[in-house]
């Protein structure tokens, strides 16, 4: 029995070894099984982190191909040089991609750039997993000539002009009757309304996609310490700062602003001047408010509620405190209850009247400025065509007032300028209190400009603008107006078209494009409006432009 006892239990320890045996494998199998579908979850995460890298590329430059640019033949992702030299590490492992144009059949179905992405774990050279994925996007771009988020208004465009590209807007207006895109007078023919150039160009209707301008880029661009004359190319009003903190206060009656700079010094009357937004463009409601108490050098509340962000720029608007005229010599004299270092030779706007785009009456020319104790001086010359005796005409107690950046003589090989103000590009004759070497025509060579407020053109001389190497805009904006409104000088339309000339493009993102005569290579606006005779001929050299941002319009996922 003893023996018999033996054998049962050596039996029973052999029947769980081989139980444990097969459950310890089976566990294993299963970790291992686990481990995969894990490894293949993360590589899948790790190509879908490429696909997004490649976007952020695309976004800051439509034109990027890991094998080339937007102009090469190469439609495949088979060399290893149509990947990145190096693939991109992140945990748990490593992803590369490939961003390339169409192959015809792609392109067929309206897609204009394709990403493939793969993810690895743990490596690329050595890894448990891999997944890949691609993405066909339909990306914009600078493929227009011209384009309008909202309104395209041609109604006063003069005959013999010429708009050579494609067109997009939301609403086209030719006869001024305020009802758009009717069939065969705002849009389409026959005869084909807007002007014909025999290339079948495409008149679409539509807002999206449009470009996003990133002013932080053009800032930084503009920073750089080699562009002449001597960097950084950024200017500034007296008194500017940008927002770090905003908050509501006074049981939600007001809203208190911290600011990156101090700004209030002294024993100035801070709380009779208004503050003004200008990242958000045009001296509108809601852009700016008086003052209503200063809480130190740095903290203003405001008489009022606003929807202003961090990071949005401000600068102080004064209001007249005095203020006497000079009626033979078309000046006057004010003062300002806050010191205020005002720069000779640049402009002052009259935001009360507000509309220095048009009237001549409502900016004047700095002759002089000065401050003793918390009171500022300053004289401003009108132009010569004013009449002070009117006193419709005149500047009083209590208007708000800015300063602009005038531009009066050409400016040469400078790369890039970004300006944290309004500008004027002053196209006058010469005045009869300036110096006899002024001519009134401005030259920008190789030089663009990008501001956070308006750009107004006025006076009837000549105007030229040509891009510099590093292909920034001509002129652009977030959200300022350029406006372009007197008639220039010349004896025939084309003469007059050729005193606006630009060899690149004019851009705002959500102000209003205005311009009597015109020649450019592209225009966008959110609303376009032109007057007289324009000429713009696309040239696919704007698809280079960086610093915009586009939307994808069009897009479909595929995992591989």
């Known amino acids: 029995m003893k023996g018999v006892a033996l054998i049962i239990v050596i039996f029973a320890m052999m029947l769980f070894a081989i139980l444990g045996w097969t459950l310890a494998n089976l566990q294993s199998g299963d970790f291992e099984i686990n481990l995969r579908n894990l490894d293949s979850e993360r590589a899948l995460g790790l190509a879908e982190s490429g696909v997004q890298w490649a976007l952020g590329q695309l976004s800051a430059d439509s034109c990027f191909r890991t094998g080339g640019d937007c102009n090469s033949v190469d439609s495949d992702c ?81 005959s013999g002009s010429r708009i050579n590209g494609d067109i997009q807007a939301l609403y086209y207006e030719r006869n001024g009757n305020g009802i758009y895109n009717e069939p065969g007078i705002d849009r389409a023919g026959p005869p084909s309304p807007l002007p014909p150039d025999g290339g079948g160009d495409e008149r679409t209707i539509a807002a999206e996609p449009y470009p996003t301008i990133n002013m932080a880029y053009f800032e930084s661009e ?10 950084p190319n950024t200017w500034a009003p007296p ?76 600068t102080l ?32 706007r009259n935001f009360s009247r507000n509309s220095w785009n048009y009237d001549y009456t409502d900016w004047g020319v700095i002759l002089s400025s000065s401050i003793i104790g918390s009171t500022t001086t300053l004289t401003v010359r009108v132009d010569d065509s004013v009449d002070l005796n009117n006193s419709a005409n005149l500047w009083v107690v209590n208007d708000w007032l800015g300063e602009a950046k005038r531009y009066r003589i050409d400016t040469n090989d400078q790369s ?40 107004t053109i006025k006076g009837t001389n000549r105007l030229q603008i040509t891009k510099s190497s590093a292909n920034y805009p001509n002129l652009a904006s977030q959200n300022g107006n350029l406006i372009s409104p007197d008639i220039p000088d010349g004896g025939s339309e084309a003469a007059k078209r050729g005193q606006r000339d630009f060899d690149y493009i004019v851009y705002t993102q959500n102000g ?30 704007v698809t280079s432009l960086t610093g915009f941002t586009w939307g994808l319009s069009k897009r479909i996922w595929r995992e591989q």
């Open 78 to 158: 088979i060399d290893g040089a149509d990947w990145l030299s190096t693939p991109h590490s992140l945990s748990p492992g490593q992803y590369n991609i490939c961003c390339r144009n169409p192959t015809a059949s792609e392109l067929s179905l309206g897609y204009n750039t394709v990403i493939e992405a793969r993810g690895y774990v743990a490596s690329q050279a050595n890894y448990r997993a891999m997944h890949q994925v691609k993405l066909e996007v339909t990306l914009g771009s600078f493929t227009k000539v011209l384009q309008a988020k909202n309104l395209f208004d041609w109604s006063a465009m003069h």
């Open 222 to 231: 503009a920073g750089t310490s080699a562009y002449p004359p001597a960097g």
């Open 239 to 314: 008194l500017t700062a940008k927002i770090t903190t905003v908050s509501t206060v006074d049981a939600g009656t007001r809203t208190q602003l911290d600011l990156d700079t101090v700004i209030f010094t002294g024993a100035s009357n801070w709380n009779a001047q208004a503050l003004r937004n200008i990242t958000m463009g045009a001296w509108q409601s809601g852009s700016w408010k008086k003052i209503y108490s200063v809480i130190d050098s740095d903290t203003v509340k405001l008489d009022g509620l606003v929807s202003w962000q961090p990071g949005e720029r401000i």
């Open 317 to 348: 608007a004064p209001r007249i405190f005095s203020i006497s005229t000079n009626i033979p010599n078309r000046t006057y004299t004010m003062t300002f209850d806050c010191a205020l270092a005002w720069s000779v030779n640049e402009a002052v």
């Open 416 to 455: 890039l300028w970004y300006i944290m103000a309004d500008v004027l590009f002053d196209l006058r004759n010469r005045q009869s209190w300036e110096a006899a070497s002024i001519n009134g025509n401005i030259r920008f060579k190789k030089t663009g400009l990008v501001t956070e407020g308006d750009i």
């Open 512 to 541: 209003s494009l205005f311009f009597n005569y015109l020649n450019a290579i592209a225009a966008y606006g959110n609303n376009v409006t032109f007057d007289g005779q324009v000429s713009l001929d696309y040239d696919n050299d």
